[in-house]
Protein backbone atom coordinates (compact mmCIF):
# COMPACT_ATOMS: atom_id res chain seq x y z
CA UNK A 1 0.00 0.00 0.00
CA UNK A 2 1.41 3.25 -0.99
CA UNK A 3 1.74 5.51 1.99
CA UNK A 4 0.88 9.10 2.00
CA UNK A 5 3.40 12.07 1.14
CA UNK A 6 4.73 13.60 4.56
CA UNK A 7 2.76 16.75 5.90
CA UNK A 8 4.45 19.21 7.93
CA UNK A 9 3.49 22.48 10.10
CA UNK A 10 5.75 25.83 10.48
CA UNK A 11 4.15 28.02 13.08
CA UNK A 12 5.93 31.36 12.69
CA UNK A 13 7.19 32.68 9.35
CA UNK A 14 10.49 34.43 10.53
CA UNK A 15 13.59 33.37 9.37
CA UNK A 16 14.16 30.43 11.01
CA UNK A 17 10.32 29.02 10.08
CA UNK A 18 11.62 30.17 6.90
CA UNK A 19 14.59 28.54 6.64
CA UNK A 20 13.35 25.27 8.33
CA UNK A 21 10.35 25.32 4.97
CA UNK A 22 13.41 25.99 2.67
CA UNK A 23 15.12 23.10 3.73
CA UNK A 24 12.03 20.61 4.28
CA UNK A 25 11.06 21.59 0.76
CA UNK A 26 14.85 20.28 -0.21
CA UNK A 27 14.78 16.95 1.86
CA UNK A 28 11.21 15.85 1.34
CA UNK A 29 10.36 16.34 -2.04
CA UNK A 30 6.86 15.22 -1.84
CA UNK A 31 6.03 16.71 1.36
CA UNK A 32 3.44 19.45 1.88
CA UNK A 33 3.88 22.19 4.44
CA UNK A 34 1.65 24.22 6.26
CA UNK A 35 2.75 28.10 7.46
CA UNK A 36 1.27 29.60 10.32
CA UNK A 37 2.22 33.70 10.93
CA UNK A 38 0.44 35.45 13.73
CA UNK A 39 1.16 38.42 11.81
CA UNK A 40 -0.20 40.06 8.57
CA UNK A 41 3.54 40.07 7.13
CA UNK A 42 5.58 36.96 7.09
CA UNK A 43 9.44 37.44 7.81
CA UNK A 44 9.62 38.41 11.30
CA UNK A 45 12.45 40.31 12.81
CA UNK A 46 14.19 40.56 9.07
CA UNK A 47 11.51 43.18 8.49
CA UNK A 48 11.16 44.43 11.67
CA UNK A 49 14.78 44.05 13.87
CA UNK A 50 17.52 43.91 10.94
CA UNK A 51 18.39 47.82 10.74
CA UNK A 52 17.27 49.21 7.68
CA UNK A 53 21.09 50.67 6.61
CA UNK A 54 22.29 46.69 6.52
CA UNK A 55 20.16 45.98 2.73
CA UNK A 56 22.77 43.23 2.17
CA UNK A 57 21.62 41.29 4.94
CA UNK A 58 17.83 41.76 4.65
CA UNK A 59 18.45 40.51 1.20
CA UNK A 60 17.59 37.31 2.24
CA UNK A 61 14.25 37.83 1.74
CA UNK A 62 14.36 36.86 -1.94
CA UNK A 63 15.09 33.65 -0.94
CA UNK A 64 12.16 33.41 1.35
CA UNK A 65 10.33 34.74 -0.90
CA UNK A 66 10.63 31.84 -3.50
CA UNK A 67 10.42 28.97 -0.73
CA UNK A 68 7.17 30.73 0.91
CA UNK A 69 5.74 30.61 -2.80
CA UNK A 70 6.44 26.95 -3.64
CA UNK A 71 2.92 25.52 -4.81
CA UNK A 72 3.72 22.52 -2.00
CA UNK A 73 3.55 25.22 0.63
CA UNK A 74 0.14 27.08 2.18
CA UNK A 75 1.19 30.31 4.18
CA UNK A 76 -1.81 31.11 6.54
CA UNK A 77 -1.52 35.03 7.54
CA UNK A 78 -2.95 36.36 11.12
CA UNK A 79 -3.26 33.02 12.06
CA UNK A 80 -1.73 32.95 15.32
CA UNK A 81 -0.87 29.18 16.84
CA UNK A 82 -2.30 28.74 20.12
CA UNK A 83 -1.12 26.50 22.71
CA UNK A 84 -4.62 23.79 21.32
CA UNK A 85 -3.49 24.65 18.45
CA UNK A 86 -0.36 23.57 18.53
CA UNK A 87 -1.76 20.15 19.89
CA UNK A 88 -4.10 19.48 16.73
CA UNK A 89 -1.19 20.26 14.39
CA UNK A 90 0.41 17.74 16.43
CA UNK A 91 -2.23 15.08 16.08
CA UNK A 92 -2.85 15.71 12.35
CA UNK A 93 0.70 16.01 10.73
CA UNK A 94 3.95 14.02 10.05
CA UNK A 95 5.90 16.86 12.48
CA UNK A 96 5.82 20.46 13.36
CA UNK A 97 8.41 23.14 13.25
CA UNK A 98 8.07 25.85 16.24
CA UNK A 99 9.25 28.70 14.68
CA UNK A 100 7.46 31.68 17.15
CA UNK A 101 10.51 33.63 18.05
CA UNK A 102 11.99 34.35 21.15
CA UNK A 103 9.22 35.20 24.25
CA UNK A 104 10.89 38.08 25.55
CA UNK A 105 12.87 41.11 25.54
CA UNK A 106 15.05 41.57 28.63
CA UNK A 107 14.15 44.66 29.92
CA UNK A 108 16.97 47.03 32.10
CA UNK A 109 15.49 47.72 35.71
CA UNK A 110 16.36 51.49 35.38
CA UNK A 111 14.29 51.34 32.22
CA UNK A 112 11.58 49.34 33.90
CA UNK A 113 11.96 52.46 36.68
CA UNK A 114 11.22 55.55 34.30
CA UNK A 115 7.99 53.76 32.71
CA UNK A 116 7.28 56.14 29.89
CA UNK A 117 10.58 57.51 29.53
CA UNK A 118 11.56 54.17 28.24
CA UNK A 119 11.34 52.04 25.16
CA UNK A 120 13.48 48.77 24.00
CA UNK A 121 16.35 48.24 21.05
CA UNK A 122 13.50 46.24 19.21
CA UNK A 123 11.08 48.80 19.63
CA UNK A 124 13.37 51.73 17.91
CA UNK A 125 14.98 48.49 15.72
CA UNK A 126 11.06 48.40 14.20
CA UNK A 127 10.38 52.18 14.26
CA UNK A 128 13.54 52.64 11.74
CA UNK A 129 11.94 50.13 9.97
CA UNK A 130 8.52 51.56 9.82
CA UNK A 131 6.65 50.29 12.44
CA UNK A 132 5.56 52.15 15.75
CA UNK A 133 5.13 49.87 18.24
CA UNK A 134 2.22 51.24 20.96
CA UNK A 135 5.76 51.38 23.62
CA UNK A 136 7.42 53.55 21.06
CA UNK A 137 4.24 55.72 20.62
CA UNK A 138 4.08 56.50 24.36
CA UNK A 139 7.96 56.97 24.61
CA UNK A 140 8.45 60.07 26.02
CA UNK A 141 12.38 61.18 24.31
CA UNK A 142 14.34 63.51 26.36
CA UNK A 143 17.10 65.78 24.78
CA UNK A 144 19.21 62.63 25.50
CA UNK A 145 19.09 59.17 24.88
CA UNK A 146 20.92 56.84 27.17
CA UNK A 147 21.29 52.81 25.38
CA UNK A 148 21.97 50.30 27.73
CA UNK A 149 23.80 47.04 25.93
CA UNK A 150 26.86 47.14 23.67
CA UNK A 151 25.31 44.16 21.94
CA UNK A 152 24.30 44.09 17.99
CA UNK A 153 21.07 45.62 18.97
CA UNK A 154 22.52 48.23 21.22
CA UNK A 155 25.21 48.99 18.39
CA UNK A 156 22.10 49.22 15.19
CA UNK A 157 19.98 51.42 18.21
CA UNK A 158 23.14 53.62 18.50
CA UNK A 159 23.80 54.28 14.75
CA UNK A 160 20.02 54.67 13.94
CA UNK A 161 19.42 57.33 17.15
CA UNK A 162 23.23 58.86 16.29
CA UNK A 163 21.94 59.74 12.77
CA UNK A 164 18.63 61.60 14.48
CA UNK A 165 21.38 63.60 16.52
CA UNK A 166 23.72 64.30 14.25
CA UNK A 167 20.71 65.13 11.50
CA UNK A 168 22.54 62.63 9.74
CA UNK A 169 20.50 60.93 6.74
CA UNK A 170 20.55 56.59 7.73
CA UNK A 171 20.04 55.13 4.95
CA UNK A 172 17.07 52.75 3.84
CA UNK A 173 15.14 54.88 7.37
CA UNK A 174 11.25 53.90 5.93
CA UNK A 175 9.71 57.16 4.76
CA UNK A 176 6.72 56.18 7.14
CA UNK A 177 9.09 56.71 10.76
CA UNK A 178 7.42 59.25 12.56
CA UNK A 179 10.02 62.24 13.99
CA UNK A 180 10.83 61.11 17.21
CA UNK A 181 11.39 64.62 18.79
CA UNK A 182 14.54 66.32 19.41
CA UNK A 183 18.09 64.20 20.47
CA UNK A 184 20.73 66.20 20.90
CA UNK A 185 22.85 63.26 23.02
CA UNK A 186 23.11 59.63 22.54
CA UNK A 187 25.12 57.86 24.91
CA UNK A 188 25.95 54.31 24.67
CA UNK A 189 26.53 52.59 27.49
CA UNK A 190 28.35 49.25 28.46
CA UNK A 191 29.24 47.73 31.80
CA UNK A 192 32.14 45.24 30.09
CA UNK A 193 35.24 47.18 28.86
CA UNK A 194 36.64 47.20 25.54
CA UNK A 195 38.75 43.66 25.51
CA UNK A 196 35.17 41.94 27.04
CA UNK A 197 32.66 43.73 25.29
CA UNK A 198 29.99 41.98 22.60
CA UNK A 199 30.65 44.35 20.14
CA UNK A 200 32.76 43.84 16.53
CA UNK A 201 35.36 46.34 15.56
CA UNK A 202 33.38 46.63 12.26
CA UNK A 203 30.47 47.89 14.03
CA UNK A 204 32.08 50.37 16.06
CA UNK A 205 33.25 51.93 13.02
CA UNK A 206 30.46 52.39 11.56
CA UNK A 207 29.42 54.45 14.36
CA UNK A 208 32.36 56.91 13.71
CA UNK A 209 30.09 57.82 10.69
CA UNK A 210 27.98 59.82 13.60
CA UNK A 211 30.38 61.10 15.29
CA UNK A 212 31.10 58.45 17.90
CA UNK A 213 33.93 59.56 20.62
CA UNK A 214 34.65 57.66 23.61
CA UNK A 215 33.17 59.19 27.31
CA UNK A 216 36.67 57.89 29.29
CA UNK A 217 40.02 56.95 28.20
CA UNK A 218 40.36 54.91 31.47
CA UNK A 219 38.23 52.46 30.35
CA UNK A 220 39.40 51.43 26.80
CA UNK A 221 40.61 48.09 27.90
CA UNK A 222 44.36 47.81 26.26
CA UNK A 223 46.45 45.64 27.82
CA UNK A 224 49.83 44.07 26.40
CA UNK A 225 48.90 40.24 26.40
CA UNK A 226 45.36 40.74 24.72
CA UNK A 227 45.07 38.47 21.13
CA UNK A 228 42.23 37.82 18.89
CA UNK A 229 38.74 39.69 19.00
CA UNK A 230 39.78 41.36 22.33
CA UNK A 231 42.86 43.04 21.01
CA UNK A 232 41.21 44.34 18.22
CA UNK A 233 38.26 45.70 20.11
CA UNK A 234 40.72 47.38 22.40
CA UNK A 235 42.79 48.90 18.96
CA UNK A 236 39.34 50.07 17.72
CA UNK A 237 38.47 51.77 20.57
CA UNK A 238 41.64 53.39 21.63
CA UNK A 239 41.35 54.73 17.85
CA UNK A 240 38.28 56.82 18.96
CA UNK A 241 38.28 60.50 20.12
CA UNK A 242 37.51 61.44 23.19
CA UNK A 243 34.67 63.11 24.57
CA UNK A 244 36.30 67.23 25.24
CA UNK A 245 33.57 67.53 27.44
CA UNK A 246 30.64 65.04 29.56
CA UNK A 247 27.65 65.45 27.54
CA UNK A 248 28.64 67.39 24.72
CA UNK A 249 29.40 64.50 21.71
CA UNK A 250 26.17 63.69 20.02
CA UNK A 251 27.03 59.87 20.24
CA UNK A 252 29.23 59.06 22.88
CA UNK A 253 30.56 55.30 24.56
CA UNK A 254 30.35 54.91 27.65
CA UNK A 255 32.81 51.27 28.77
CA UNK A 256 33.11 49.75 31.97
CA UNK A 257 29.62 51.83 33.02
CA UNK A 258 26.39 51.24 34.86
CA UNK A 259 23.43 53.02 34.90
CA UNK A 260 21.50 53.93 37.41
CA UNK A 261 18.48 56.08 38.62
CA UNK A 262 18.59 59.33 40.00
CA UNK A 263 16.91 59.23 43.19
CA UNK A 264 16.30 63.29 43.36
CA UNK A 265 15.46 63.52 39.85
CA UNK A 266 12.59 61.09 37.72
CA UNK A 267 13.88 62.60 34.42
CA UNK A 268 17.70 62.14 34.95
CA UNK A 269 19.83 59.41 34.31
CA UNK A 270 23.34 58.31 36.51
CA UNK A 271 26.24 57.06 34.77
CA UNK A 272 28.56 54.84 37.24
CA UNK A 273 32.17 54.68 35.06
CA UNK A 274 36.11 54.14 35.71
CA UNK A 275 35.96 58.06 35.80
CA UNK A 276 33.32 58.81 38.76
CA UNK A 277 30.01 59.12 38.80
CA UNK A 278 28.18 61.45 35.97
CA UNK A 279 24.59 62.96 35.57
CA UNK A 280 23.17 63.15 32.14
CA UNK A 281 19.78 65.56 32.59
CA UNK A 282 17.09 65.22 30.65
CA UNK A 283 17.56 61.32 29.62
CA UNK A 284 15.18 59.25 28.07
CA UNK A 285 16.63 54.65 27.77
CA UNK A 286 16.54 52.22 25.35
CA UNK A 287 17.41 48.78 26.86
CA UNK A 288 18.42 46.77 24.58
CA UNK A 289 20.20 44.04 27.01
CA UNK A 290 19.20 41.65 24.59
CA UNK A 291 15.98 38.73 24.57
CA UNK A 292 14.89 35.29 26.96
CA UNK A 293 12.38 32.62 26.91
CA UNK A 294 12.26 32.81 30.48
CA UNK A 295 9.04 33.87 32.15
CA UNK A 296 8.67 37.42 32.58
CA UNK A 297 6.58 40.29 32.85
CA UNK A 298 8.01 41.66 29.62
CA UNK A 299 6.51 38.76 26.87
CA UNK A 300 6.70 40.20 23.43
CA UNK A 301 3.11 39.83 21.57
CA UNK A 302 3.73 36.36 20.80
CA UNK A 303 2.85 32.84 22.74
CA UNK A 304 6.70 31.30 22.13
CA UNK A 305 6.91 30.33 25.86
CA UNK A 306 3.83 28.89 26.16
CA UNK A 307 4.23 27.12 23.76
CA UNK A 308 7.45 25.31 24.83
CA UNK A 309 6.30 24.37 27.85
CA UNK A 310 4.08 21.23 25.79
CA UNK A 311 3.88 18.33 27.54
CA UNK A 312 4.88 14.97 25.11
CA UNK A 313 2.36 14.58 22.07
CA UNK A 314 2.03 12.72 19.07
CA UNK A 315 4.20 14.09 16.86
CA UNK A 316 7.60 15.62 16.93
CA UNK A 317 7.79 19.40 17.88
CA UNK A 318 11.51 20.68 17.16
CA UNK A 319 11.96 24.24 17.85
CA UNK A 320 14.35 26.14 15.63
CA UNK A 321 15.56 30.25 15.86
CA UNK A 322 15.31 32.21 18.93
CA UNK A 323 12.03 30.06 19.94
CA UNK A 324 15.24 27.12 20.94
CA UNK A 325 17.71 29.63 22.16
CA UNK A 326 15.76 32.64 23.74
CA UNK A 327 17.49 34.98 21.38
CA UNK A 328 20.76 33.93 20.87
CA UNK A 329 22.26 33.49 17.41
CA UNK A 330 21.81 35.35 14.44
CA UNK A 331 20.78 34.45 10.65
CA UNK A 332 23.04 32.13 10.35
CA UNK A 333 22.03 30.27 13.08
CA UNK A 334 18.14 30.42 11.95
CA UNK A 335 20.00 28.64 8.80
CA UNK A 336 21.56 25.77 10.88
CA UNK A 337 18.62 25.01 12.90
CA UNK A 338 16.59 24.96 9.53
CA UNK A 339 18.58 22.35 8.36
CA UNK A 340 18.38 20.53 11.23
CA UNK A 341 15.23 20.04 12.05
CA UNK A 342 14.23 19.04 8.27
CA UNK A 343 16.72 16.36 8.50
CA UNK A 344 15.00 14.93 11.50
CA UNK A 345 11.68 15.24 10.53
CA UNK A 346 11.75 14.37 7.12
CA UNK A 347 13.64 10.97 9.18
CA UNK A 348 11.39 10.77 12.03
CA UNK A 349 7.90 10.96 8.92
CA UNK A 350 9.92 8.57 7.00
CA UNK A 351 10.58 6.64 9.71
CA UNK A 352 7.10 6.08 10.31
CA UNK A 353 6.15 5.13 7.17
CA UNK A 354 8.23 1.78 7.70
CA UNK A 355 7.12 -0.83 9.09
CA UNK A 356 7.02 -1.65 12.51
CA UNK A 357 10.29 -3.74 12.99
CA UNK A 358 12.41 0.01 11.79
CA UNK A 359 13.68 1.66 15.02
CA UNK A 360 12.18 5.46 15.09
CA UNK A 361 13.92 7.85 15.42
CA UNK A 362 14.57 9.81 18.22
CA UNK A 363 12.23 12.73 16.84
CA UNK A 364 9.93 10.44 17.35
CA UNK A 365 9.88 10.82 21.01
CA UNK A 366 7.59 13.76 20.99
CA UNK A 367 8.96 16.83 22.34
CA UNK A 368 12.70 15.99 22.11
CA UNK A 369 15.24 18.34 20.63
CA UNK A 370 17.70 17.60 17.95
CA UNK A 371 20.67 15.49 18.79
CA UNK A 372 22.86 17.51 16.37
CA UNK A 373 24.86 19.73 17.86
CA UNK A 374 23.27 23.42 18.41
CA UNK A 375 25.14 26.41 17.49
CA UNK A 376 26.35 29.01 20.71
CA UNK A 377 26.79 31.77 18.82
CA UNK A 378 26.09 34.36 21.36
CA UNK A 379 25.83 37.34 18.65
CA UNK A 380 22.87 38.70 20.31
CA UNK A 381 23.51 38.19 23.81
CA UNK A 382 24.18 41.31 25.26
CA UNK A 383 26.68 41.88 28.38
C1 LIG B 1 17.24 44.89 16.22
C2 LIG B 1 17.72 43.59 15.65
C3 LIG B 1 18.71 43.60 14.67
C4 LIG B 1 19.18 42.39 14.15
N1 LIG B 1 20.16 42.45 13.19
C5 LIG B 1 20.64 41.29 12.67
C6 LIG B 1 21.66 41.32 11.69
O1 LIG B 1 22.12 42.38 11.25
N2 LIG B 1 22.13 40.12 11.23
C7 LIG B 1 21.64 38.91 11.68
O2 LIG B 1 22.08 37.85 11.22
N3 LIG B 1 20.67 38.87 12.62
C8 LIG B 1 20.17 40.02 13.13
N4 LIG B 1 19.19 39.99 14.09
C9 LIG B 1 18.78 38.68 14.61
C10 LIG B 1 17.73 38.04 13.71
O3 LIG B 1 16.71 38.97 13.48
C11 LIG B 1 17.24 36.77 14.43
O4 LIG B 1 18.32 35.87 14.54
C12 LIG B 1 16.11 36.10 13.66
O5 LIG B 1 15.09 37.00 13.35
C13 LIG B 1 15.51 34.96 14.50
O6 LIG B 1 14.52 34.37 13.70
P1 LIG B 1 13.26 33.62 14.32
O7 LIG B 1 12.48 33.16 13.13
O8 LIG B 1 13.71 32.61 15.31
O9 LIG B 1 12.44 34.71 15.16
P2 LIG B 1 11.57 35.97 14.68
O10 LIG B 1 12.32 36.76 13.67
O11 LIG B 1 11.17 36.65 15.94
O12 LIG B 1 10.29 35.33 13.97
C14 LIG B 1 9.29 34.66 14.70
C15 LIG B 1 8.00 34.74 13.89
O13 LIG B 1 7.00 33.90 14.52
C16 LIG B 1 5.78 34.61 14.56
N5 LIG B 1 4.98 34.03 15.68
C17 LIG B 1 5.24 34.14 16.99
N6 LIG B 1 4.31 33.46 17.73
C18 LIG B 1 3.46 32.91 16.85
C19 LIG B 1 2.30 32.11 16.99
N7 LIG B 1 1.86 31.72 18.19
N8 LIG B 1 1.64 31.72 15.88
C20 LIG B 1 2.08 32.11 14.64
N9 LIG B 1 3.17 32.89 14.46
C21 LIG B 1 3.86 33.27 15.54
C22 LIG B 1 6.19 36.06 14.77
O14 LIG B 1 5.15 36.96 14.42
C23 LIG B 1 7.41 36.14 13.84
O15 LIG B 1 7.04 36.45 12.51
C24 LIG B 1 18.67 41.16 14.63
C25 LIG B 1 17.68 41.17 15.62
C26 LIG B 1 17.20 42.36 16.11
C27 LIG B 1 16.13 42.36 17.16
Known amino acids: MASRPPHFAVVGAGPAGCYAVQQLLLRSPDATIDVYEQRAHPYGLLELGVAPDHPGTKAVRRQFERALASPRVSVHLNAPVSRAGLQQLRERTSGVVLAAGAAAER ?59 TGTALPGLAASAAPLGPIVGVHLVSRADAAHGPFSPSQLRELTDYGLVLASRTSDGSAP ?156 RED
Do not use: K, M, Y
Open 107 to 165: VHPVAQAVGERAVTGSDVAAWANGVTTPTLGRWRTGSHVVVIGSGNVALDVARILGAQA
Open 225 to 380: ALEGDARARCETVAALPVAPTAHVAPLSLHLSTVVRRDPADPTSVVLVGPDGTSVVPDASVVSAIGFTNEPGPHDREHTARVLAELPPGPASVVRVGWARSGGRGNLATARRDGVAAAVDLTAAAHAACQPASSSPSELVLAGRQPAHPQPSDDAF
